[in-house]
C-alpha cells in the first residue's frame, strides 16, 4: 500500500514496522512530528521527556532491557544529549538504539546551522542520513539491523525539508521483536575507567567491521549516467542533484555517511572526469576525501550556509545560471511575531517600558526581542536565561542585577532553567526570574510537559508544581501575576527587581491558540476620543492597524485581551464591546 507522507511520519513508521517498542523525544522544530505520529501506533509506548538527555537516557534503559528503542531531537538537542550519547557509544546495545538528530540548514527555527553528521564522527557511531520519505521508512529499519549487528547506537541524521516534504511510501508489516533477556554485565554497562578501556578496544574493532559493512550495504548505491561529470552527496541535496543534473552526470549516493566506503569512493573516483561533492552545511564528506587523497570538488563552489538547492547545483555544476523566474518565485519575506491575545506580549510591553537588561530564553517568547516590544537581550540556547542573568550580576554588581530580570518558558524551566535557579541560590546571587506560563511547549504545537498534567496521549498525570519546586530550591520570593493585568504585572517586577535576594514571577495564563475569548468581548476604537498617539502600536500586536494615524482592531485578528485598552489610558479611545 502507498500514501503520501511526511518525512517524520515516515521515521515513526518505520519506527514501528522495526518492532520499537520505547520511544522518548523532546519537542523540537524540525523533528516534533515524530513522537506524534509514534502515538498513532499503540505497541510503542511513547513518552515526552523533560529535556534531550532524558529522552536518550530513557531510550537507553530500554535498549539495556532488550528493546529495540527510539530517541528523537532537533540538532541542538544532541548537544544536551551528548554525554549518554558518547558513553552509551562505549557500551553498546542489547535491543537496537536510533537516535534521530534533525538538522536545520537555513536556520527556519534554530539558533544556529551546526552539522550534526560531525557527531556520529566525534562519537564513532554509524551516520544514516535518507534522502525521501520511502527511504526514511526503510533506513530505519536498516539502522536497527546495524545496531544489533555491530553492537552501536546508530544516529540517524534527517534535515528540515525531508522531516517536513512530503512523498510517496510504501509500508509494510509490524517485524515484531521478542524482547532480549536482560543480562546483568557490569564490565559492559558501568563505564568505570578499567570497564572503559576495555570497552574503547571494542569501539576500534566495531569500526574496522563498519567500515567493511558500508562497502556492500544497499544503503550505498551508484547511479551510473554520464561519466563526464561525478557527484558524491546524500540525503535531500541528492534530490536537488536529480533534479538539476539528471542523468546528465553519475552519482555515487551515499545512505550510510559515517563511516565511508572507500573503495566505492575511490573506484567512482577513478571512472569520472570531473569529481563534486554536493552536501550541506560544512564540508564533512569534502575534508575526509580530501585527507584521503580523492580530488573532489566542493565548498569552493557550493555555501557552506543555509540550503542548497537545484538552482544553485544546476548553476555551478553545469554552468546555468539563474533565471528570471528562479529569482521572482522567491516567497516574500514575512517577519515572526507573537500571536494576537498571546500573553507574553504584555510582559515584554512592561518590561521594555522599564528599559530592563532581559536575558532570554528558546521558545514564542524569544519574539520579544523583535521592534516595536524591543526587550531581550540575549538568547543563547535552551534554559541559558538564568546562568546569562546571574552571571551579568556578577560581572557588573548589584545595581546592575536590579536593572535585569532573566525570562524563562514553563516548559523550558522543565527542560533546562531548575538547575539555573539552584545555581543563582546556591552562589548567593540576587536575579529575578520571570517564568512565562502559558501551560504547554507552545513554539513547536503545543505539547504537554511535566507542569501541564498530561502525558504525550494526554493522559492525566502528575502535575509539577512550579511554585513548590521552585521554593524547595531556597527562593522565598514566588509571585503569581496574570500577564494581561500590567498595572499588576508593573508594581511586581518593580518590587521585585529591588529585592536583595532571588525572586521569582510566574507569568500564568494560557496560550492564546489554545483559549480564545467570545467575540462578544472584542475590541473597538472610538475614533473620536482617538488621539493618534500610537501608543498601542507598541504592544506590536497585529490585530492593531492605523488609517490616518487613527488605531483600527481587526476583529478577525482581535483575542480580547485587553491590553490596548490599557495601554490607551490617557484618551480611553479603545475599549471592550459592551463596556
Not at 553492537?151 to 525539508?161: A, E
Not at 546592575?400 to 522543565?414: E, H, L, M, N, Q
Request: glycine share 8%; charged share 20%.
Amino acid at each position: 500500500m502507498k500514501e503520501l507522507m511526511l518525512g517524520n511520519a515516515a521515521i515513526a513508521r518505520g519506527a514501528y514496522e522495526a518492532g520499537v517498542k520505547v520511544a522518548a523525544a523532546y519537542p523540537g522544530t524540525p523533528s516534533t512530528e515524530i513522537l506524534e505520529n509514534i502515538t498513532r501506533y499503540p505497541e510503542i509506548h511513547a513518552e515526552w521527556a523533560p529535556n534531550e538527555k532524558v529522552a536518550l537516557e530513557v531510550a537507553v534503559g530500554a535498549s539495556i532491557g532488550g528493546a529495540r528503542a527510539l530517541a528523537a531531537m532537533k540538532h541542538v538537542g544532541v548537544n544536551v544529549a551528548a554525554d549518554p550519547l558518547f558513553t552509551f557509544a562505549y557500551t553498546g546495545v542489547n535491543g537496537g538504539l536510533v537516535l534521530i538528530t534533525a538538522d536545520d540548514p537555513g536556520m527556519h527555527s534554530s539558533q544556529n546551522e551546526q552539522d550534526n553528521r560531525y557527531f556520529g564522527r566525534f562519537a564513532k557511531i554509524p551516520v544514516v542520513e535518507p534522502s525521501d520519505s520511502q527511504e526514511a521508512l526503510g533506513f530505519i529499519l536498516e539502522a536497527f539491523e546495524i545496531s544489533e549487528r555491530f553492537d552501536t547506537p546508530v544516529l540517524f541524521r534527517v534535515t528540515t525539508r525531508l522531516a517536513h516534504a512530503q512523498s510517496l511510501v510504501e509500508t509494510g508489516e509490524r517485524l515484531e521483536q521478542e524482547v532480549k533477556p536482560y543480562i546483568k554485565d557490569v564490565a559492559k554497562y558501568v563505564m568505570m575507567p578499567a570497564m572503559a578501556r576495555q570497552r574503547h578496544l571494542k569501539v576500534e574493532e566495531r569500526m574496522k567491521a563498519l567500515s567493511s559493512f558500508v562497502e556492500n550495504t544497499p544503503l550505498n548505491r551508484i547511479e551510473w549516467g554520464s561519466k563526464a561529470v561525478g557527484v558524491i552527496t546524500s540525503g535531500i541535496p541528492y534530490q536537488y542533484v536529480r533534479e538539476a543534473l539528471g542523468t546528465d552526470v553519475s552519482i555515487l549516493k551515499l545512505g550510510v555517511v559515517y563511516p565511508l566506503p572507500w573503495n566505492m569512493i575511490r573506484k567512482f573516483a577513478a571512472e569520472v572526469d570531473r569529481l563534486y561533492v554536493v552536501e550541506e552545511l560544512e564540508p564533512f564528506l569534502e575534508e575526509q576525501m580530501r585527507a584521503s587523497g580523492v580530488n573532489v570538488t566542493g565548498k569552493e563552489l557550493f555555501p557552506k550556509v543555509g540550503e542548497l538547492g537545484p538552482e544553485i547545483i544546476r548553476d555551478k555544476i553545469a554552468g546555468k545560471p539563474y533565471s528570471v523566474a528562479d529569482l521572482e518565485a522567491a516567497p516574500p519575506v514575512r517577519p515572526p511575531v507573537m500571536c494576537p491575545g498571546c500573553p507574553h506580549r504584555g510582559i515584554y510591553y512592561i518590561l521594555s517600558k522599564l528599559k530592563l537588561t532581559v536575558t532570554g530564553d528558546i521558545g514564542c517568547y524569544t519574539l520579544g526581542a523583535l521592534a516595536p516590544l524591543s526587550s531581550i537581550d540575549s538568547c543563547i540556547c535552551m534554559g541559558a536565561s538564568i546562568g546569562t542573568a546571574h552571571g551579568l550580576e556578577k560581572a557588573r554588581g548589584a545595581e546592575f542585577a536590579r536593572k535585569t530580570v532573566a525570562v524563562i518558558g514553563d516548559s523550558t524551566f522543565v527542560h533546562s532553567g531548575i538547575t539555573g535557579l539552584v545555581n543563582v541560590v546556591y552562589n548567593r546571587g540576587t536575579s529575578t526570574v520571570m517564568i512565562l506560563d502559558n501551560s504547554t511547549t507552545a513554539m513547536t504545537g503545543h505539547q504537554d510537559h511535566p507542569a501541564t498534567g498530561k502525558t504525550i496521549g494526554r493522559e492525566p498525570t502528575h502535575r509539577l508544581d512550579l511554585e513548590a519546586l521552585i521554593r524547595a530550591t531556597g527562593v522565598e520570593r514566588v509571585s503569581v501575576v496574570d500577564p494581561f493585568d500590567l498595572e499588576k504585572v508593573e508594581e511586581v517586577v518593580r518590587a521585585e527587581i529591588e529585592a536583595n535576594e532571588p525572586s521569582v514571577i510566574i507569568a500564568r495564563r494560557p496560550c492564546a491558540l489554545l483559549v480564545r475569548q467570545p467575540a462578544a468581548g472584542q475590541m473597538v476604537v472610538d475614533p473620536a476620543l482617538c488621539s493618534g498617539c500610537k501608543r498601542c502600536g507598541k504592544l506590536g500586536c497585529p490585530g492593531i492597524s492605523f488609517d490616518r494615524d487613527l488605531a483600527r482592531i481587526n476583529n478577525s485578528l482581535c483575542n480580547s485581551c485587553g491590553l490596548c485598552a490599557q495601554v490607551c489610558r490617557v484618551h480611553h479611545a479603545i475599549q471592550k464591546v459592551g463596556e
